[in-house]
């Protein structure tokens, strides 16, 4: 008897460097069903960031352009 999972919730952790320090930086991100994350809890910089790395990845749509 095969089971079947529905995943609804995954957490990242996006590990970078600033430009000025060496120290590896941690930013969690969460993103759940159907279209939430916590994206808006963070800096401006941090979403940036996240952003740029969710949609080169494929785990967010990419903004309409038109």
Do not use: C, F, N
Request: charged share 25%; no cysteine; net charge positive.
């Amino acid at each position: 008897m095969a089971k079947t999972y529905s995943i609804t919730q995954a957490t990242l952790a996006i590990g970078y460097r600033g430009r000025s320090d060496r120290r590896l930086r941690s930013l969690p991100v969460t993103i759940t069903v159907p279209h939430r994350s916590t994206l808006k809890d963070l800096t401006e910089i941090e979403r940036l960031l996240a952003t740029k790395y969710l949609q080169k990845w494929g785990l967010v749509a990419q903004p309409d352009v038109s």
